[in-house]
């Protein structure tokens, strides 16, 4: 239970960090979409390990094949099965993992769920998994182009360093995806820091859509809001997600806080974006923003103070290659929840009204 | 589609704010559970209007009715149906409102949505709806006791007046239900003061639930804290939801972040507890930590811009009779919810593993 | 679980036989749709007791409320509650009933299942249940109407009789709901001999959905065909379904069997009908032919052999008031199922294709 | 949408008959499982085609590969993807068809459904997809196995030649895989008459399941008859399912249908089993009886009238290999989905009931 994400448009994922291969099913993308590998490579390209030198050296190519859905190029409305086969597992280095609980990681939680366990690298608890949300992203947002939408992302901030300039076009030019060049140099700087003392950071992503229709959003327990809560902290290391202004929203007062409607450009609009695009769940056409807090790398080669299956005391220092921050490699994951969200929504409200006459 | 939350445990709630009732459908509770109204009506007592002066005056009782699932006080594995009848739903002050859109509100989003709605309170969008959600979190707290397991929750901030003390038999001595009884004051001076303005406050809530068992969360999609990320933020007027440390974490290092593992009392135990209780998604059998940001209510009696439902600009003073802050009386609606995420987890974590011989 | 139907346009019933009420939940009704309780009530007639004499004289009057999701008069795309009290509940004659088991009933496996169950007149497993369904399938019949279909139903066999000619207009002219006037006054005479025996009759109703699009069904697991399955035998008495030609369609060669297609019309159409409207589990425009096998009322005033919750034997005669044949009534719940069903896979539809330019 | 099957035990298959590669992912399989891929294969073989003269020669092996969620030969809770990969796909038999719709196939339902869509041998709608359930009909087994239940099937009635006599062990030895030998032969030859005739034969396919707990099955609308319904008609080809007498306890009395109860070898049992192992859709203990109406194979090498996708009329005599009877092949299929009905409703039996004390 837990690996399928959508309700018309789904994506279920499937695999193990060190098993021979990962993939997803997406299902429910309609017919008639011009798709290429390529297109979902691009966005794997992006999350892929061994990027630069802020990301774990691991050598995954990562290549994706598309096995179903997809015919002469064009997607036929069935489910459309993407794979990869892991090529670089080296497992050796999780043997000494195998009976004791990493701080940090799942591997006590596992234990005790389900009593039997892949330790290898995390097992299906790894990020490696983040692979399958990418590739069905990828497809989100061909569906998403279709409605004129576009979600981008970038990192706001590495072990608090904040960003403090927003120029979108430097954001894929530095290795964190920082759309501020001066405070991407000092991330960098802290990220290589840290990767010397074997420790790690954690930081801050944002992601945004633009063009969303209005209308998106299923009331009650799947509003925009409530899906990308359960799409954000279902990402592996997340800790908190905000919408808008988020908790400094909670500071201000209503009268501060409430966006007042205009008509600018001939269109309904709100003055201000305090609500990061939705109202009462749903999408009032601004621009959609979410950032989501993500936690420092929890595999750091440090003593660190912990227990055996067998419940003795013991310490751990957790070798293999480690990305010294996720941060930057975490962008085109959260990007790709909110495509995953959106598309899925933007089908649903098809379904939102219908013209009696 | 979207009044529907839980996979095994769930709730389906319905109504309008001024409709003739509204209720919600329980499924999946197991049978053999004692259940008495008085159950259900003590937990909605704590979130009913006009509790104190913080509080909207509307005059609902609130007065739930078990109307099926439940045969001689215990209950019989059928949908639970409670429903409360609206009694002071005073629509005239809505009449004004039926043309045009209230800021911060969904009344732009649910016009341009369903083409179709009811303007009186908010019609579906009201935080009327949470009844049912605490109706059914009475039932879930029933079902986590039996795990011996409990929730509770309180305010932690109200318009950036934060909690300094922590006294769990404080919360609901004092009717903005925070731990602290000092800047309980504060935060009561505060309401009543931004009450005068015609202004309102929005601020932070914090549940938590102790002696969950270890295990309960689905891996992927349906992680804890995912389904707790949905569940917040389908709360109205919530922005922003974290566990543990959450966005404070994100500016920690991996060895400062990292709960070591210990031996403690005979039991598996963290000598920390930053994660909030979830490891990979899963309980850790250590206290479940969550908090919520909650705006400022929409609703205040000031002149704001807006557009009428012909696109001409106009003015609203929202009247009606609206909580200056509703952080109070959201402490049990996030408690509910909590309630909810973990009963349902707690019975699906029964399908997890055989032991096989 | 279980009480839940459907995807998009769901129901969600509760309520027992016996206990203050029983209702329905309807989610996904797309906004903008003209709904009078009447609309509801009409179906409702057609499925209530004491019509005539054939059916159990209970005397509930069956009225339906609603309560939310319908505002002056139009679907506003919330969740649509009916409501309907229980009048006539006399559960006197159940007392004896407590501590055995009926044969032919749920009795046992509620037993054995929940270990604590409402006794009274089947309490969950009661075909009262079935109200919530029919009440649904008048909201669905009026999405179909938008689609251009319309559903209707009768009785193609009682007691092994069966219609031997077919006039539509006859059907709601008698009290079988035959549309042969002649096998209509046998069945009559067969059920009022068998009632006198205090012994029950079983049946097979017919359903047919005219107008419907071609297109609907959802590839592979949730094909028209599938969803009707479920449909069909989830109604209580239920015990075989086909679809078309059906069982009979399994001893014609592929050469009878195969509808060549034509253009008839100006439409694309098939020569024959065999497959009763549905190919690959997508309607084709034809004609849905579905028919569903009823067994015999299990309440009957014999003594049979049974056990007591004590495991010792017993026998039993069972009281009350019963249909000598559901059959008749049994119309209105087929025909609602498959307007829940077909309405669904309509709003479904709208998502399987995007016109990519 | 649809290609999911299961609430906690499930199965999403993909792929097309003539794709790369096919596949099928379960999830909800407890951790803790003994499992090899050729428990798994064993399964596949049976299902297979060239098995035998009654089979088509389509040279496909049907290896099976597991690609996760089995860690040293158990399972771990995790989603296990089961995949294998297309061999001998002839596609340019099927040039010819890419501008018609063969009569009995989805080729019109697709094309209208979809616009665009894999011709190649049915495509998405091709009986190939059934390897996914059959691969997880393996694992469910195991399932119940746990359980002490266990799944059979064999073929009733082929070509309107109806079995006479009983002999389970007789089943697999035969290549129609009918209980009766002597009946076996006849279909056989009659099977092969047909095929010279390059025409079709249908059947009909029984499978029972016995050992199954008391009280699997979810009351309303996923009672198990209602989930093998649309388990059993979402398979290709078929056109009606029954349980227990099925259509035939249609014509009988209540007191000739009630199955009595008693008390036998200690256990509480029914004197008949007219109901096919099922009261109000709960497993009564009984063995599990379904019948499932097979079409005559749409495939047939004779013209047939049809219309272009350019609405001309044409004809088409439909080459290529085809079996000219699927159902001895039906009967794994069949055994599968029942399979996997029940391992679902044995997991989420789990959570109907608590012992309050």
Known sequence: MGSRFGTIFSLTTWGESHGPALGVVVEGCPAGIPLTVEDVQHE???????????????GEKDRAEILSGVFEGVTTGAPISLITYN????????DNLRHLFRP?????????????????????????????????????????AHAGARVYGFTREIGGIEMETFDES????????????????????????????KNSLGGIVEARAVGVPVGLGEPTFEKLDALIGQ????????????????????????????DPFEIRDGRVRTTSNNAGGTLAGISTGEEIVVRVAIKPTSSIEQDQSTITTDLEPTTVKVEGRHDPSVVPRAVPVVEAMLANVLADLYLRNRASRIDWD
């Open 44 to 58: 794997l390209d992006r999350r892929r390990v061994g990027q630069s030198k802020v990301t774990t050296p691991r």
């Open 87 to 94: 090529a670089d597992a080296d497992s050796s280095k999780y």
């Open 104 to 144: 940090g990681h799942g591997d006590y939680t596992y234990h005790m769920k389900y009593g039997h366990r892949d330790h290898r690298g995390g097992g299906r608890s790894s990020a490696r998994e983040t692979w399958g949300r990418v590739a069905a992203g990828a497809i989100a947002r061909k569906i998403l």
């Open 170 to 197: 430097v954001i894929e030019r530095n290795i964190v995806r920082c759309p501020d060049p001066v405070a991407a140099e000092r991330m960098i700087s802290a990220i290589m820091k840290v990767k010397e003392e």
């Open 231 to 258: 799409a954000m902290l279902s990402i592996p290391a997340t800790k908190g997600v905000e919408v808008g202004r988020g908790f400094a929203q909670s500071r201000l007062t209503g009268r501060e806080s409430n």
